[in-house]
């Protein structure tokens, strides 16, 4: 999840719109900071790891997921309360019988990566995405954002390739026929899962490197910190994160994220 993280802080000053959209930019910039796609990844893999034996997630346990899901971004949400959620989110986090309220909004898809990760097949990597979806972006939209995103990154990470990743966007309605040069001059901020993850995964897939994928996501502009946090979740299953970026990703948080982390690292991802 350093991938996610590390694109929620290099991304976070570009949130709104910068004039000059280019791949030249400082990576940490004074104002770069976490937000909310941070807390959101880390308190969807803290719901996770609580689950034991989470390969067992079958049918009959997914009230159990989505139950661990709930209460941990609730829990995470309003502990870091300042940290950049939509209006309705706020409610849902507020609320005394929160629901989900059928948003199609990139937070499904910006929080689901620890789901990525904690899987051996891609069926439960996907229905486990779905679930961390469901419990606010119960649209079609968004939970499908959260399915692509995590099937994108078990991909990644178990060697099927570019090629596999860009069909499976593409099977799921995703249009992929625009370069980052052809997605620049008119993309704008916009929040949707539509217009949020396939701009990401072109990000990625035109990248050479971790931080190549992380400087085309910030040079699309838009919603720059959920992009960014998306093609560096991807990024970071396909090529790792280099070490001096660990290291920066983890003095940029809370101890008490970088526990989550230093837990799923041990745990999580070995399931
Ligand atoms: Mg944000």
């Known amino acids: 999840m350093y991938g996610a993280i590390l694109g929620d802080i290099i991304g976070s000053p570009y949130e709104f719109d910068r004039g000059n959209k280019s791949k030249d930019f400082p990576l940490f910039s004074p ?92 069926d439960m990597t996907r229905r486990v995405a779905e679930l961390t979806a469901m419990v606010t972006h119960n649209h079609p939209e968004g939970i499908k954002g959260a399915n692509v995103v995590a099937s994108a990154i078990f991909a990644a990470r178990v060697g099927w390739g570019k090629d596999w990743i860009k069909s499976y966007a593409e099977n799921n309605g995703y249009d992929l026929s625009r370069t980052c040069d052809e997605i620049r001059p008119t993309y704008h901020h916009v929040e949707s899962c539509q217009e949020t993850v396939p701009q990401a995964i072109t990000a990625f897939l035109e990248g050479n490197s971790f931080e190549d994928a992380i400087r085309n996501a910030v040079s699309l502009g838009g919603d720059c910190d959920t992009l960014t946090c998306i093609t560096g979740s991807i990024a970071e299953a396909y090529w790792g994160v280099p070490e001096e970026l660990k290291e920066e990703c983890k003095n940029r948080i809370p101890e008490e994220m970088v526990a989550v982390l230093e837990r799923f690292d041990d745990v999580g991802c070995k399931r």
Not at 63 to 87: C, D, F, H, I, P
């Open 31 to 122: 104002r770069a900071k976490y937000t909310d796609d941070t807390v959101m990844t880390i308190a969807v893999a803290d719901a996770l790891l609580s689950i034991p034996d989470g390969n067992m997630v079958t049918t009959a346990r997914e009230g159990e997921v989505l139950k661990a899901v709930e209460e941990s971004m609730r829990r995470w949400g309003n502990k870091y309360w300042y940290a950049g959620y939509g209006t309705r989110f706020r409610q849902w986090l507020r609320s005394e019988d929160p629901q989900p309220y059928n948003s199609w909004g990139n937070g499904s898809a910006m929080r689901v990566s620890a789901a990525g990760w904690m899987f051996l097949n891609h």
